[in-house]
């Protein structure tokens, strides 16, 4: 791993040795991203720097500086406290689709806690062990699958994706209504005006808003998905040996 990513990586990973100078220690990393945390909740992503967490800590910057050496840093540190580790039930789901389709609702939860986090989690990054232990639970509810590592992964990235979507939508429509009612209300009046236009979509617009039938993007998405992998899991249960 370059030099670029060695201090997050000591950071999430440890050993942390503590300062070897200066006063005595009076912060450590958990209460540093906490502060971080309770900035983003309130004001996203964009309202956190190392000025404001030193003074919601009643430090000072250089003494925050002594712990984590910058703004990057402390994004990661805040990522790996906000998500946390993947939480354990008891008893698990059985079967790889009800623990995958789990897993999916407890990020969708974690991701709707701490919204700033979808913008957190964009591009190439180091992960700590808490985020890394919802890969694990993914890549291990499909052992005996029958699908490769390769595809094992690919699933993880899927689900992340749908989730990540729905989560974005969810933002953007904000407290005043789910994104599906959002949209309803918007293709309702556009249809009213335009539906001579789009006679296919007037029609099943029309069918669902009767029907009451609509299917959530969530669900469907999500389901979706399972359903994909269960055809691929029963290729390679049924391929010749």
């Given at each position: ?6 201090e ?5 990973w ?23 945390i309770?900035?983003a ?21 250089m003494?925050?500086?002594?712990y ?35 897993w999916?609702?407890?990020?969708f939860?974690?991701?709707?806690r ?63 209504g ?10 309702a ?29 969530w ?15 029963d ?7």
């Amino acid at each position: 791993m370059g030099d670029n990513h060695a201090e997050t990586v000591r950071l999430l990973w440890g050993p942390h040795a503590k300062p070897s100078r200066g006063p005595r220690p009076t912060l450590d990393l958990d209460r540093i991203a906490r502060a971080g945390i309770e900035i983003a909740d309130t004001e996203g992503l964009a309202g956190v720097s190392m000025q404001r967490v030193a003074a919601q800590l009643g430090v000072t910057k250089m003494a925050l500086y002594r712990y984590v050496p910058g703004k990057a840093e402390l994004v990661a540190l805040m990522v790996e406290a906000a998500i946390g580790p993947y939480p354990a039930q008891d008893p698990q789901p059985s079967g790889w689709r009800g623990q995958l389709a789990d897993w999916a609702r407890c990020l969708f939860a974690a991701f709707q806690r701490h919204p700033w986090t979808l913008d957190a989690t964009i591009g190439p990054r180091v992960m700590g062990p808490a985020e890394l232990s919802w890969m694990e639970r993914v890549v291990s509810a499909l052992d005996g699958t029958g699908l490769s590592g390769a595809e094992r992964m690919d699933a993880v990235v899927l689900l992340v994706g749908h989730v990540r979507g729905i989560t974005q939508q969810a933002r953007a429509a904000g407290p005043a209504g789910t994104p599906e009612a959002e949209l309803s209300g918007i293709l309702a009046d556009l249809m009213r005006a335009q539906g001579e236009r789009f006679p296919a979509l007037a029609a099943a617009f029309a069918s669902a808003e009767q029907t009451g039938g609509r299917d959530q993007a969530w669900e469907f998405g999500l389901q979706r998905i399972l359903d994909g992998l269960a055809v691929l899991i029963d290729q390679r249960e049924h391929r010749p040996s």
